[in-house]
């Protein structure tokens, strides 16, 4: 078996987790529970796992506003989210920064990012930062198709294989930016050859499929690490939701989100493929779905408990740090 069984539980646990966690805030904002705006990332969940289950607390991701599931494949308390979204004051952040701006430093989380293109200057910031000190860490960021259109974006590319920075791009491409289809808003054919032209190792993957995108970012991270730099990874992949919840989604055609639920699963895909080859029995992954259940049950609860920021004494704390 090519795969410890602890690693696929591991995954298995982590992508459900995330799956369940979306579906579930998408029912609380439906509720009225969360305030704000919430971008779930069902249907996604493949690719943050993948990137992620490798990484140790001091190597850093930097997320995107879609930015759940790379919190939970990071490491991130789920109860501690769930309370952040609901705008807590025991949420991670304190309940300020709700469900775009979740960070935890002690996880190698730098942060959700409400900028799209915001991400990738500051994770090569903490790529420098590696590289500076003489530590293998690396820095993943996660990217959209819509964000790789960003000026911010290129120049980060651009200075990452200049300075040979430990910086994974990671391009989450679920065909569309807001309502508008990648194949409408990229002005070329594919971004994994427009990402090799700024002169660093670029691939694309079907980011449905776990193996394939773990595989692929393995060979990115070690090749980071062992300062060969960095490298671009497409990962093709489908949104299950809105671009925010709620969205009505009127652009997209019909049975399209069907059908992908049908055939794009990456869960589906995963747990046929374990089974199928021997790796995995379906009871171990059923009772794991069944304690999820259970930790996202309590994660609502406790986060509907808790109390809100108080406005007399946290309105104006944590405006500035100081260091
Ligand atoms: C600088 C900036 N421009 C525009 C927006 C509005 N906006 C939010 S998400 C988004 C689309 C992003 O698409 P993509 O990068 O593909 O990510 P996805 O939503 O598909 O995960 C846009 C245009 C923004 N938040 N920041
Ligand atoms: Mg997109």
């Keep these: 078996m090519p795969y410890q069984e602890e690693f696929l539980l591991r995954a298995y646990r982590s992508m459900k987790t995330i799956r369940e966690f979306e579906e579930r805030c998408i029912k609380e904002f439906m509720g009225g529970n969360v305030p704000g705006f919430v971008h779930a990332s069902n249907g996604q969940e493949a690719i943050a796992v993948a990137a992620c289950i490798d990484l140790s607390d001091s190597d850093i991701i930097g997320s995107t506003h879609r930015g759940h599931g790379h919190c939970i494949a990071k490491g991130c308390d789920v109860g501690g989210m769930m309370k952040e979204i609901m705008g807590r004051s025991s949420g991670l952040c304190k309940g300020k920064g709700g469900s775009m701006h979740i960070a935890d430093i002690d996880k190698g989380m730098l942060g959700a990012n409400a900028i799209v293109g915001g991400g990738p200057p500051l994770v090569n910031?903490?790529?420098?930062?590696?590289?500076?000190?003489?530590?293998?860490?690396?820095?993943?960021?996660?990217?959209?198709?819509?964000?790789?259109?960003?000026?911010?974006?290129?120049?980060?590319?651009?200075?990452?294989?200049?300075?040979?920075?430990?910086?994974?791009?990671?391009?989450?491409?679920?065909?569309?930016?807001?309502?508008?289809?990648?194949?409408?808003?990229?002005?070329?054919?594919?971004?994994?050859?427009?990402?090799?032209?700024?002169?660093?190792?670029?691939?694309?993957?079907?980011?449905?499929?776990?193996?394939?995108?773990?595989?692929?970012?393995?060979?990115?991270?070690?090749?980071?690490?062992?300062?060969?730099?960095?490298?671009?990874?497409?990962?093709?992949?489908?949104?299950?939701?809105?671009?925010?919840?709620?969205?009505?989604?009127?652009?997209?055609?019909?049975?399209?989100?069907?059908?992908?639920?049908?055939?794009?699963?990456?869960?589906?895909?995963?747990?046929?493929?374990?089974?199928k080859e021997g790796w995995l029995k379906a009871a171990a992954m059923n009772a794991i779905d069944k304690e999820i259940m259970v930790e996202i049950e309590k994660a609502v609860a406790d986060g509907l408990a808790a109390p809100h920021p108080d406005p007399a004494t946290d309105l104006l704390s944590d405006v500035y740090c100081s260091y």
Excluded: W
């Design 125 to 275: 910031g903490a790529a420098l930062a590696a590289k500076t000190l003489g530590t293998t860490n690396v820095a993943l960021s996660f990217n959209g198709d819509g964000s790789a259109n960003q000026g911010t974006t290129m120049e980060a590319m651009n200075m990452a294989v200049v300075l040979q920075l430990p910086h994974i791009f990671i391009y989450e491409n679920n065909g569309y930016a807001e309502g508008t289809a990648a194949n409408y808003g990229l002005g070329c054919d594919s971004l994994t050859d427009r990402n090799a032209g700024f002169g660093m190792p670029s691939e694309c993957i079907d980011g449905n499929d776990f193996f394939a995108t773990y595989e692929a970012i393995k060979v990115a991270t070690q090749r980071a690490r062992d300062g060969g730099g960095p490298t671009s990874i497409e990962a093709k992949c489908v949104r299950f939701d809105g671009h925010f919840i709620g969205d009505p989604q009127l652009y997209r055609g019909k049975d399209e989100i069907k059908n992908a639920r049908k055939d794009q699963d990456c869960l589906k895909i995963f747990r046929d493929r374990v089974i």
